[in-house]
Protein backbone atom coordinates (compact mmCIF):
# COMPACT_ATOMS: atom_id res chain seq x y z
CA UNK A 1 0.00 0.00 0.00
CA UNK A 2 1.40 3.31 -0.95
CA UNK A 3 1.61 5.87 2.10
CA UNK A 4 0.86 9.38 1.77
CA UNK A 5 3.95 11.39 0.66
CA UNK A 6 3.42 13.52 4.33
CA UNK A 7 3.18 10.07 6.01
CA UNK A 8 6.42 9.32 4.29
CA UNK A 9 8.39 12.00 5.13
CA UNK A 10 7.51 11.99 8.72
CA UNK A 11 8.49 8.53 8.51
CA UNK A 12 11.33 9.19 6.78
CA UNK A 13 12.59 12.00 9.01
CA UNK A 14 12.23 10.38 12.34
CA UNK A 15 14.23 6.60 10.92
CA UNK A 16 17.05 9.00 10.02
CA UNK A 17 16.54 10.26 13.72
CA UNK A 18 16.76 7.17 14.84
CA UNK A 19 19.38 6.10 13.07
CA UNK A 20 21.37 8.95 14.39
CA UNK A 21 21.15 8.55 17.67
CA UNK A 22 21.88 4.65 17.83
CA UNK A 23 25.39 5.79 15.89
CA UNK A 24 25.80 8.21 18.10
CA UNK A 25 24.89 5.99 21.43
CA UNK A 26 27.13 3.15 19.56
CA UNK A 27 29.97 5.41 19.17
CA UNK A 28 29.80 7.05 23.09
CA UNK A 29 28.70 3.64 25.09
CA UNK A 30 30.86 1.23 23.09
CA UNK A 31 33.59 3.06 21.71
CA UNK A 32 34.03 5.49 24.38
CA UNK A 33 34.37 8.28 22.04
CA UNK A 34 33.57 12.11 22.99
CA UNK A 35 29.47 13.40 22.33
CA UNK A 36 31.06 15.72 19.57
CA UNK A 37 32.90 13.73 18.11
CA UNK A 38 30.07 10.72 18.04
CA UNK A 39 27.62 13.19 17.05
CA UNK A 40 29.97 14.27 13.83
CA UNK A 41 30.33 10.79 12.70
CA UNK A 42 26.41 10.02 12.65
CA UNK A 43 25.64 12.85 11.19
CA UNK A 44 28.47 12.13 8.30
CA UNK A 45 26.55 8.66 8.19
CA UNK A 46 22.87 9.76 8.25
CA UNK A 47 23.26 13.14 5.79
CA UNK A 48 23.63 10.87 2.98
CA UNK A 49 21.38 8.33 3.51
CA UNK A 50 18.65 10.76 4.97
CA UNK A 51 19.44 12.65 1.53
CA UNK A 52 18.82 9.43 -0.79
CA UNK A 53 15.78 8.44 0.97
CA UNK A 54 14.33 11.94 0.71
CA UNK A 55 15.07 12.04 -2.88
CA UNK A 56 13.73 8.64 -3.31
CA UNK A 57 9.95 10.19 -1.93
CA UNK A 58 10.09 13.38 -3.53
CA UNK A 59 11.10 11.90 -6.95
CA UNK A 60 7.59 11.23 -7.91
CA UNK A 61 6.70 14.72 -7.18
CA UNK A 62 9.13 16.17 -9.05
CA UNK A 63 8.65 14.34 -12.20
CA UNK A 64 4.60 15.54 -11.40
CA UNK A 65 6.12 18.92 -11.48
CA UNK A 66 8.02 18.84 -14.42
CA UNK A 67 4.60 17.22 -16.60
CA UNK A 68 2.92 20.26 -15.48
CA UNK A 69 5.60 22.65 -16.76
CA UNK A 70 5.57 20.92 -20.19
CA UNK A 71 1.38 21.20 -20.01
CA UNK A 72 1.59 24.94 -19.34
CA UNK A 73 5.30 26.05 -19.32
CA UNK A 74 5.85 29.31 -17.68
CA UNK A 75 6.58 31.41 -20.47
CA UNK A 76 9.86 31.73 -21.57
CA UNK A 77 10.10 35.64 -21.98
CA UNK A 78 9.11 35.81 -18.44
CA UNK A 79 11.59 36.66 -16.03
CA UNK A 80 11.23 34.12 -13.41
CA UNK A 81 11.45 35.61 -10.32
CA UNK A 82 13.15 34.72 -7.28
CA UNK A 83 10.16 33.34 -5.22
CA UNK A 84 9.12 30.79 -9.00
CA UNK A 85 12.69 29.43 -8.65
CA UNK A 86 11.26 27.36 -6.38
CA UNK A 87 9.80 23.88 -8.40
CA UNK A 88 6.55 23.82 -6.64
CA UNK A 89 6.10 27.68 -6.67
CA UNK A 90 6.62 27.43 -10.68
CA UNK A 91 4.36 24.51 -10.94
CA UNK A 92 1.97 26.12 -9.08
CA UNK A 93 1.91 28.78 -11.50
CA UNK A 94 1.35 26.19 -14.30
CA UNK A 95 -1.43 25.04 -12.63
CA UNK A 96 -2.86 28.25 -12.97
CA UNK A 97 -2.35 28.71 -16.23
CA UNK A 98 -3.29 25.56 -16.90
CA UNK A 99 -6.60 26.57 -15.46
CA UNK A 100 -6.92 29.83 -17.35
CA UNK A 101 -6.16 27.64 -20.68
CA UNK A 102 -8.79 25.12 -19.39
CA UNK A 103 -11.19 27.63 -19.25
CA UNK A 104 -10.32 29.87 -22.34
CA UNK A 105 -10.88 26.11 -24.21
CA UNK A 106 -14.22 25.64 -22.51
CA UNK A 107 -15.40 29.18 -23.41
CA UNK A 108 -14.30 28.00 -27.00
CA UNK A 109 -15.80 25.02 -27.12
CA UNK A 110 -19.29 26.44 -26.29
CA UNK A 111 -18.98 29.64 -28.40
CA UNK A 112 -18.41 26.66 -31.29
CA UNK A 113 -21.41 25.03 -30.11
CA UNK A 114 -23.51 28.01 -29.84
CA UNK A 115 -22.45 28.72 -33.33
CA UNK A 116 -23.08 25.24 -34.81
CA UNK A 117 -26.82 25.11 -32.97
CA UNK A 118 -27.84 28.65 -34.78
CA UNK A 119 -26.29 27.39 -38.02
CA UNK A 120 -28.80 24.36 -37.46
CA UNK A 121 -31.47 26.23 -36.92
CA UNK A 122 -30.83 28.63 -39.93
CA UNK A 123 -30.66 25.76 -42.26
CA UNK A 124 -33.51 25.67 -44.90
CA UNK A 125 -32.16 21.91 -45.38
CA UNK A 126 -32.83 18.92 -42.94
CA UNK A 127 -30.71 17.93 -40.80
CA UNK A 128 -30.57 14.30 -38.84
CA UNK A 129 -27.69 12.86 -37.25
CA UNK A 130 -27.20 9.41 -35.49
CA UNK A 131 -24.51 7.71 -33.88
CA UNK A 132 -22.91 4.92 -34.70
CA UNK A 133 -25.79 2.33 -33.78
CA UNK A 134 -28.05 4.06 -36.30
CA UNK A 135 -30.33 5.51 -33.26
CA UNK A 136 -31.09 9.75 -33.47
CA UNK A 137 -28.47 11.99 -31.52
CA UNK A 138 -30.60 15.18 -32.98
CA UNK A 139 -32.42 16.41 -35.70
CA UNK A 140 -32.99 20.58 -36.58
CA UNK A 141 -35.99 22.72 -36.85
CA UNK A 142 -36.27 22.41 -40.91
CA UNK A 143 -36.53 18.90 -40.80
CA UNK A 144 -38.88 18.81 -38.01
CA UNK A 145 -41.28 20.90 -40.16
CA UNK A 146 -40.65 19.10 -43.13
CA UNK A 147 -41.64 15.68 -42.03
CA UNK A 148 -43.85 17.06 -39.07
CA UNK A 149 -41.81 14.93 -36.25
CA UNK A 150 -43.04 13.97 -32.72
CA UNK A 151 -41.15 15.70 -29.72
CA UNK A 152 -39.29 13.27 -28.90
CA UNK A 153 -37.11 11.62 -31.33
CA UNK A 154 -33.20 10.96 -29.79
CA UNK A 155 -32.42 7.34 -29.17
CA UNK A 156 -34.95 6.11 -31.73
CA UNK A 157 -34.42 4.81 -35.17
CA UNK A 158 -34.70 7.20 -38.09
CA UNK A 159 -36.89 3.95 -39.33
CA UNK A 160 -38.96 4.52 -36.01
CA UNK A 161 -39.58 8.09 -36.80
CA UNK A 162 -39.76 8.48 -40.64
CA UNK A 163 -40.81 4.95 -41.41
CA UNK A 164 -38.82 4.80 -44.83
CA UNK A 165 -36.73 1.95 -45.20
CA UNK A 166 -34.64 3.65 -48.00
CA UNK A 167 -33.79 6.21 -45.67
CA UNK A 168 -32.33 3.70 -43.26
CA UNK A 169 -30.61 1.36 -45.36
CA UNK A 170 -28.93 4.13 -46.76
CA UNK A 171 -27.93 5.38 -43.11
CA UNK A 172 -26.83 1.76 -41.82
CA UNK A 173 -24.37 1.07 -45.15
CA UNK A 174 -22.81 4.55 -44.61
CA UNK A 175 -22.13 3.75 -40.90
CA UNK A 176 -20.71 0.09 -42.04
CA UNK A 177 -18.94 1.14 -45.24
CA UNK A 178 -18.01 5.08 -44.29
CA UNK A 179 -18.86 6.16 -47.97
CA UNK A 180 -21.35 8.90 -48.19
CA UNK A 181 -24.57 8.51 -50.61
CA UNK A 182 -26.84 10.69 -52.19
CA UNK A 183 -30.03 9.92 -53.35
CA UNK A 184 -33.92 11.29 -53.85
CA UNK A 185 -36.69 9.82 -51.40
CA UNK A 186 -40.40 10.38 -52.08
CA UNK A 187 -41.71 10.34 -49.06
CA UNK A 188 -45.88 9.86 -49.51
CA UNK A 189 -49.06 11.48 -47.34
CA UNK A 190 -49.53 14.37 -45.77
CA UNK A 191 -48.53 16.51 -48.71
CA UNK A 192 -46.40 14.30 -50.56
CA UNK A 193 -42.82 15.28 -50.68
CA UNK A 194 -39.36 15.05 -52.72
CA UNK A 195 -36.06 15.60 -50.92
CA UNK A 196 -32.41 15.25 -52.36
CA UNK A 197 -30.81 13.28 -49.26
CA UNK A 198 -27.12 13.34 -48.81
CA UNK A 199 -25.55 11.15 -46.04
CA UNK A 200 -21.81 11.37 -44.93
CA UNK A 201 -20.46 9.27 -41.92
CA UNK A 202 -18.77 10.99 -38.91
CA UNK A 203 -15.61 9.76 -39.20
CA UNK A 204 -13.32 9.90 -35.89
CA UNK A 205 -9.83 11.30 -37.55
CA UNK A 206 -10.40 15.16 -37.39
CA UNK A 207 -9.37 15.97 -40.97
CA UNK A 208 -12.31 13.92 -41.66
CA UNK A 209 -10.52 11.35 -44.00
CA UNK A 210 -11.16 7.37 -43.15
CA UNK A 211 -8.37 5.42 -42.48
CA UNK A 212 -7.74 1.92 -42.03
CA UNK A 213 -9.46 0.60 -39.34
CA UNK A 214 -11.01 3.21 -38.55
CA UNK A 215 -14.44 2.98 -36.83
CA UNK A 216 -17.90 5.56 -38.24
CA UNK A 217 -18.95 7.18 -35.31
CA UNK A 218 -22.32 8.03 -36.67
CA UNK A 219 -23.73 9.57 -39.56
CA UNK A 220 -25.28 13.06 -40.78
CA UNK A 221 -28.23 13.17 -43.30
CA UNK A 222 -29.24 16.51 -44.81
CA UNK A 223 -32.00 17.16 -46.26
CA UNK A 224 -32.99 19.22 -49.71
CA UNK A 225 -36.47 19.31 -50.02
CA UNK A 226 -36.94 19.22 -54.06
CA UNK A 227 -40.57 18.80 -54.35
CA UNK A 228 -41.27 22.08 -56.18
CA UNK A 229 -38.22 21.54 -58.47
CA UNK A 230 -40.01 17.93 -59.40
CA UNK A 231 -43.00 19.77 -60.30
CA UNK A 232 -42.04 22.58 -62.23
CA UNK A 233 -39.48 19.37 -64.05
CA UNK A 234 -43.09 17.80 -64.68
CA UNK A 235 -44.93 21.13 -65.86
CA UNK A 236 -42.01 21.77 -68.29
CA UNK A 237 -42.38 18.45 -69.71
CA UNK A 238 -45.85 18.47 -69.91
CA UNK A 239 -46.37 21.61 -71.48
CA UNK A 240 -42.92 20.31 -73.84
CA UNK A 241 -45.47 17.29 -75.13
CA UNK A 242 -48.60 19.71 -74.86
CA UNK A 243 -46.65 22.03 -77.31
CA UNK A 244 -45.68 19.41 -79.51
CA UNK A 245 -49.62 17.81 -79.92
CA UNK A 246 -51.18 21.39 -80.74
CA UNK A 247 -48.23 21.97 -83.43
CA UNK A 248 -48.50 18.74 -84.91
CA UNK A 249 -52.48 18.45 -85.60
CA UNK A 250 -52.72 21.65 -88.23
CA UNK A 251 -48.99 20.79 -89.18
CA UNK A 252 -50.51 17.32 -90.60
CA UNK A 253 -53.46 18.50 -92.25
CA UNK A 254 -51.53 21.47 -94.13
CA UNK A 255 -49.04 18.94 -95.05
CA UNK A 256 -52.18 16.20 -96.36
CA UNK A 257 -53.64 18.89 -97.83
CA UNK A 258 -50.59 20.39 -99.75
CA UNK A 259 -49.67 16.97 -101.25
CA UNK A 260 -52.65 15.70 -102.43
CA UNK A 261 -53.01 19.57 -104.02
CA UNK A 262 -49.35 18.57 -105.53
CA UNK A 263 -50.53 14.86 -106.51
CA UNK A 264 -52.90 16.72 -108.84
CA UNK A 265 -56.06 17.82 -107.32
CA UNK A 266 -54.94 21.26 -107.68
CA UNK A 267 -56.49 21.47 -111.13
CA UNK A 268 -59.72 20.25 -109.57
CA UNK A 269 -62.64 21.75 -108.12
CA UNK A 270 -61.72 20.73 -104.64
CA UNK A 271 -58.59 22.84 -104.51
CA UNK A 272 -60.01 25.83 -103.36
CA UNK A 273 -61.59 24.26 -100.72
CA UNK A 274 -58.16 22.61 -99.74
CA UNK A 275 -56.40 25.97 -99.70
CA UNK A 276 -59.04 27.37 -97.53
CA UNK A 277 -58.59 24.10 -95.02
CA UNK A 278 -54.59 24.92 -95.35
CA UNK A 279 -55.35 28.40 -94.35
CA UNK A 280 -57.80 28.15 -91.40
CA UNK A 281 -54.67 25.75 -90.03
CA UNK A 282 -52.27 28.20 -90.80
CA UNK A 283 -53.83 30.92 -88.79
CA UNK A 284 -54.22 28.08 -85.93
CA UNK A 285 -50.86 27.71 -85.80
CA UNK A 286 -50.05 31.43 -85.77
CA UNK A 287 -52.36 32.07 -83.44
CA UNK A 288 -50.66 29.08 -80.93
CA UNK A 289 -47.35 30.55 -81.35
CA UNK A 290 -48.55 34.17 -80.85
CA UNK A 291 -50.49 33.02 -77.47
CA UNK A 292 -47.52 31.22 -76.64
CA UNK A 293 -44.72 34.24 -77.08
CA UNK A 294 -47.71 35.99 -75.00
CA UNK A 295 -46.95 33.83 -72.19
CA UNK A 296 -43.47 33.40 -72.51
CA UNK A 297 -43.24 37.29 -72.47
CA UNK A 298 -45.40 37.48 -69.03
CA UNK A 299 -43.25 34.99 -67.48
CA UNK A 300 -40.18 36.40 -68.39
CA UNK A 301 -38.00 38.19 -65.37
CA UNK A 302 -37.47 40.74 -67.77
CA UNK A 303 -41.32 41.55 -68.28
CA UNK A 304 -42.31 44.90 -67.09
CA UNK A 305 -45.94 46.84 -67.41
CA UNK A 306 -46.48 49.71 -69.07
CA UNK A 307 -48.38 51.35 -66.25
CA UNK A 308 -50.55 54.50 -66.84
CA UNK A 309 -53.27 55.93 -65.04
CA UNK A 310 -56.73 54.26 -66.64
CA UNK A 311 -60.44 54.57 -66.59
CA UNK A 312 -61.99 51.64 -66.53
CA UNK A 313 -64.90 52.41 -68.35
CA UNK A 314 -62.95 53.70 -71.11
CA UNK A 315 -60.95 50.68 -71.79
CA UNK A 316 -64.64 48.37 -71.36
CA UNK A 317 -66.03 50.76 -74.14
CA UNK A 318 -63.13 50.27 -76.41
CA UNK A 319 -63.35 46.55 -76.12
CA UNK A 320 -66.78 46.18 -76.63
CA UNK A 321 -66.03 47.68 -79.93
CA UNK A 322 -63.90 45.11 -80.85
CA UNK A 323 -66.13 42.49 -80.27
CA UNK A 324 -69.42 44.23 -81.44
CA UNK A 325 -68.91 42.26 -84.79
CA UNK A 326 -68.67 39.10 -83.63
CA UNK A 327 -71.14 39.49 -80.52
CA UNK A 328 -73.55 40.73 -83.52
CA UNK A 329 -72.54 37.27 -85.93
CA UNK A 330 -74.73 35.63 -82.97
CA UNK A 331 -77.01 38.02 -82.23
CA UNK A 332 -76.02 38.34 -78.93
CA UNK A 333 -76.28 42.11 -76.91
CA UNK A 334 -73.26 42.76 -74.71
CA UNK A 335 -74.32 45.48 -71.90
CA UNK A 336 -71.99 47.24 -69.04
CA UNK A 337 -73.54 48.00 -65.50
CA UNK A 338 -71.96 51.29 -65.38
CA UNK A 339 -71.24 53.00 -61.96
CA UNK A 340 -72.30 56.15 -61.39
CA UNK A 341 -68.72 56.87 -59.78
CA UNK A 342 -65.93 56.12 -62.47
CA UNK A 343 -63.01 53.93 -61.37
CA UNK A 344 -59.42 54.14 -62.58
CA UNK A 345 -56.28 51.45 -62.21
CA UNK A 346 -52.73 51.75 -62.55
CA UNK A 347 -52.34 48.92 -65.15
CA UNK A 348 -50.83 48.11 -68.73
CA UNK A 349 -53.68 48.96 -71.54
CA UNK A 350 -52.71 46.87 -74.05
CA UNK A 351 -52.54 43.67 -71.62
CA UNK A 352 -55.71 44.76 -69.51
CA UNK A 353 -57.42 44.93 -73.05
CA UNK A 354 -56.37 41.50 -73.90
CA UNK A 355 -58.04 40.19 -70.70
CA UNK A 356 -61.18 41.44 -71.31
CA UNK A 357 -61.21 40.73 -75.20
CA UNK A 358 -60.55 36.96 -73.87
CA UNK A 359 -63.19 36.20 -71.39
CA UNK A 360 -65.57 38.57 -74.28
CA UNK A 361 -64.34 36.31 -77.16
CA UNK A 362 -64.91 32.91 -74.82
CA UNK A 363 -68.62 34.68 -73.88
CA UNK A 364 -68.58 34.35 -77.53
CA UNK A 365 -67.53 31.71 -78.65
CA UNK A 366 -69.72 29.32 -75.67
CA UNK A 367 -72.43 31.62 -75.43
CA UNK A 368 -76.06 30.88 -76.72
CA UNK A 369 -76.77 31.96 -80.04
CA UNK A 370 -79.42 35.19 -79.47
CA UNK A 371 -77.70 34.99 -75.97
CA UNK A 372 -76.67 37.69 -73.82
CA UNK A 373 -73.21 38.77 -71.92
CA UNK A 374 -73.05 41.35 -69.40
CA UNK A 375 -69.95 43.24 -67.80
CA UNK A 376 -69.98 44.70 -64.30
CA UNK A 377 -67.72 46.43 -62.21
CA UNK A 378 -68.12 46.86 -58.73
CA UNK A 379 -65.88 48.69 -55.73
CA UNK A 380 -65.60 45.40 -53.55
CA UNK A 381 -63.04 47.34 -50.54
CA UNK A 382 -61.60 50.62 -50.44
CA UNK A 383 -58.82 48.88 -52.04
CA UNK A 384 -59.85 46.83 -55.01
CA UNK A 385 -62.45 46.77 -57.82
CA UNK A 386 -64.00 43.61 -59.07
CA UNK A 387 -65.29 42.91 -62.57
CA UNK A 388 -66.84 40.14 -64.10
CA UNK A 389 -67.94 38.78 -67.72
CA UNK A 390 -70.92 37.05 -67.44
CA UNK A 391 -72.55 34.87 -69.93
CA UNK A 392 -75.46 32.48 -70.50
CA UNK A 393 -73.86 29.93 -72.33
CA UNK A 394 -73.01 26.38 -72.40
CA UNK A 395 -71.43 27.04 -68.63
CA UNK A 396 -68.75 24.48 -67.47
CA UNK A 397 -69.37 21.41 -65.26
CA UNK A 398 -68.33 21.56 -61.69
CA UNK A 399 -65.28 18.71 -61.88
CA UNK A 400 -63.34 20.83 -64.94
CA UNK A 401 -63.43 24.27 -63.61
CA UNK A 402 -60.64 24.76 -60.99
CA UNK A 403 -58.40 23.53 -64.17
CA UNK A 404 -59.54 25.70 -67.03
CA UNK A 405 -57.18 28.30 -66.10
CA UNK A 406 -54.30 25.55 -66.62
CA UNK A 407 -52.65 26.19 -70.56
CA UNK A 408 -53.97 24.01 -73.30
CA UNK A 409 -57.03 22.72 -70.89
CA UNK A 410 -60.20 22.60 -72.57
CA UNK A 411 -63.81 21.31 -71.43
CA UNK A 412 -64.21 19.93 -75.32
CA UNK A 413 -61.13 20.20 -77.37
CA UNK A 414 -63.21 19.36 -80.56
CA UNK A 415 -65.59 22.34 -79.74
CA UNK A 416 -62.56 24.52 -79.17
CA UNK A 417 -60.54 24.15 -81.87
CA UNK A 418 -63.58 24.24 -84.41
CA UNK A 419 -64.29 27.24 -82.78
CA UNK A 420 -60.45 28.58 -83.36
CA UNK A 421 -59.48 27.83 -79.53
CA UNK A 422 -56.06 27.18 -78.39
CA UNK A 423 -56.79 26.58 -74.83
CA UNK A 424 -53.69 29.23 -73.93
CA UNK A 425 -56.76 32.54 -73.54
CA UNK A 426 -57.62 31.36 -69.92
CA UNK A 427 -54.16 30.84 -68.80
CA UNK A 428 -52.85 34.22 -70.64
CA UNK A 429 -55.94 36.21 -68.70
CA UNK A 430 -54.65 34.72 -65.18
CA UNK A 431 -51.01 35.79 -65.67
CA UNK A 432 -51.96 39.43 -66.93
CA UNK A 433 -54.39 39.42 -63.90
CA UNK A 434 -51.80 38.11 -61.20
CA UNK A 435 -48.78 40.71 -62.72
CA UNK A 436 -51.25 43.65 -61.93
CA UNK A 437 -51.57 42.48 -58.69
CA UNK A 438 -55.38 41.04 -58.69
CA UNK A 439 -56.97 37.27 -58.44
CA UNK A 440 -59.54 35.63 -61.12
CA UNK A 441 -61.60 32.75 -60.87
CA UNK A 442 -64.63 31.74 -62.38
CA UNK A 443 -68.55 30.26 -61.40
CA UNK A 444 -70.49 28.33 -63.60
CA UNK A 445 -73.70 26.12 -63.63
CA UNK A 446 -73.53 23.84 -66.95
CA UNK A 447 -76.66 24.32 -69.58
CA UNK A 448 -77.21 27.73 -67.62
CA UNK A 449 -74.41 29.82 -68.51
CA UNK A 450 -70.54 31.27 -66.51
CA UNK A 451 -69.54 33.85 -64.82
CA UNK A 452 -65.67 34.85 -64.70
CA UNK A 453 -64.48 37.01 -62.41
CA UNK A 454 -61.25 39.43 -61.45
CA UNK A 455 -59.67 41.53 -59.50
CA UNK A 456 -57.14 44.55 -59.70
CA UNK A 457 -56.21 47.20 -57.08
CA UNK A 458 -58.07 50.58 -57.42
CA UNK A 459 -56.22 53.67 -58.25
CA UNK A 460 -56.98 57.24 -56.84
CA UNK A 461 -55.22 60.49 -58.49
P1 LIG B 1 -59.91 28.18 -75.67
O1 LIG B 1 -58.99 28.76 -76.65
O2 LIG B 1 -60.14 26.72 -75.84
O3 LIG B 1 -61.17 28.95 -75.54
P2 LIG B 1 -59.35 29.16 -73.03
O4 LIG B 1 -58.12 29.04 -72.23
O5 LIG B 1 -59.83 30.52 -73.36
O6 LIG B 1 -59.11 28.29 -74.31
O7 LIG B 1 -60.49 28.40 -72.26
C1 LIG B 1 -60.27 27.10 -71.78
C2 LIG B 1 -61.54 26.28 -71.77
O8 LIG B 1 -62.45 26.80 -70.81
C3 LIG B 1 -62.28 26.35 -73.08
O9 LIG B 1 -61.81 25.37 -74.01
C4 LIG B 1 -63.69 26.05 -72.64
O10 LIG B 1 -63.88 24.66 -72.53
C5 LIG B 1 -63.78 26.65 -71.27
N1 LIG B 1 -64.40 28.00 -71.27
C6 LIG B 1 -63.78 29.19 -71.24
N2 LIG B 1 -64.67 30.20 -71.22
C7 LIG B 1 -65.88 29.63 -71.24
C8 LIG B 1 -67.23 30.14 -71.21
N3 LIG B 1 -67.47 31.46 -71.16
N4 LIG B 1 -68.24 29.24 -71.21
C9 LIG B 1 -67.99 27.94 -71.24
N5 LIG B 1 -66.77 27.38 -71.26
C10 LIG B 1 -65.72 28.22 -71.26
Redesign the pocket.
Known amino acids: MKLHLLRKLIIGFFISLILFLLIQGYFISSLQKPFLLASLVALLIVIPLTFLVFRSLTEPVRSLMERIQQWAPVSPDREITGEERDELERASKSITEIETQLREKVEEISRGRDYFETVLKGMAEGVLVVDGRGRILMVNDALRQFLSLPLQVTDRTPLEIIRNAELEGAIRKVIQEGKSTTFELNLPAPGGKTFEVHVVGILPSPEGKRREGDEVKGAIAVFHEITRLKELERIRQDFVANVSHELRTPLTTIKGYAETLLEGALKEEVAFQFVQVIKRHTDRLAKIVEDLLTLSKIESREFQLKVEHLSLSDLIGEVLDVVRDPAEKKKMSLSYDKLASPLFVRGDHHYLEQVFV ?1 LLD ?2 I ?3 REGGRITISTIEKSPTEIEISVQ ?1 D ?4 PKEDLPR ?1 FERF ?4 KGR ?1 QE ?1 G ?7 IVKHIVQVHGGRVWAE ?1 RLGEG ?1 V ?1 YFTLPIHRK
Open positions: NNAKYGDGIGIIYRVDSLGTGLGLSSSF
